[in-house]
């Protein structure tokens, strides 16, 4: 399966049933409130899912994540959207974890599993926890006028042709650029 940036209305049907469960289509996901952060954090901040579940509370100080990233071994330090640190720390303090704990105990194959459920419940297809870096790029590129640059940077890749790769073209903006192109002579 290759996964895929969401669209918005596919993002709000996915959290609803991360948040809330549910059951359709033959299957029933009870609400996850971690499962629901871990991909809250994942689509906030562009970080992978490895990266996520690795979060300890020291590693989120000042507004900044301050991680080395599992898959290259690059330093990522940068700041956070304050709304998103507080969701974070009202999370650790509801759940009373600190300093060198780790925010989250689950593996990477169980929440890919859960968004598995998900994804049948929600009708939405070629999603996994990838979808959600690959959202946040995209969503980077069109907020910050099209900056390839600097969304590379945000997801620490070594080149501009590796971000390509994740800011695939959706139909709706296929079919926006060709209803509004229009050259008149």
């Known amino acids: 399966m290759k996964t895929r940036a969401l669209e918005k209305y596919e993002l709000e049907k996915v959290f609803n049933y991360i948040k809330n469960g549910g059951n359709r289509n033959g299957v029933r996901i009870r609400a ?5 952060l871990i991909c809250f954090i994942q689509l ?3 970080l992978r899912i ?4 690795s979060l300890k509370v020291k590693d989120i100080i000042g507004g900044k994540i301050d991680i080395i990233e599992q ?6 330090n940068r700041n956070i959207n304050e709304e ?3 969701i974070i720390k009202d999370y650790c303090t509801r759940k009373n974890i ?3 704990d780790n925010l989250f105990t689950f593996s990477i194959r169980w929440v890919q599993k859960f968004l598995q459920k998900v994804a049948i419940c929600s009708d939405v297809e070629n999603f996994s926890t990838h979808s959600f870096r690959k959202t946040y790029a995209h969503i980077q590129y069109i907020n910050n006028r099209y900056n390839i640059e600097l969304v590379r940077r945000l997801l620490n890749h070594s080149s501009v042709v590796v971000t390509q790769k994740y800011l695939g ?3 709706n903006e296929v079919n926006s ?3 509004e192109f229009k050259i008149i002579l």
């Open 98 to 100: 600190s300093g060198n």
């Open 71 to 76: 898959k290259t071994g690059k330093h990522q």
């Open 177 to 179: 650029a060709s209803q």
């Open 32 to 36: 996850n409130p971690q499962i629901y």
């Open 44 to 46: 906030n901040t562009g």
């Open 50 to 53: 490895g990266d996520v579940l």
């Open 169 to 171: 073209v959706t139909d």
């Open 84 to 86: 998103v640190i507080k």
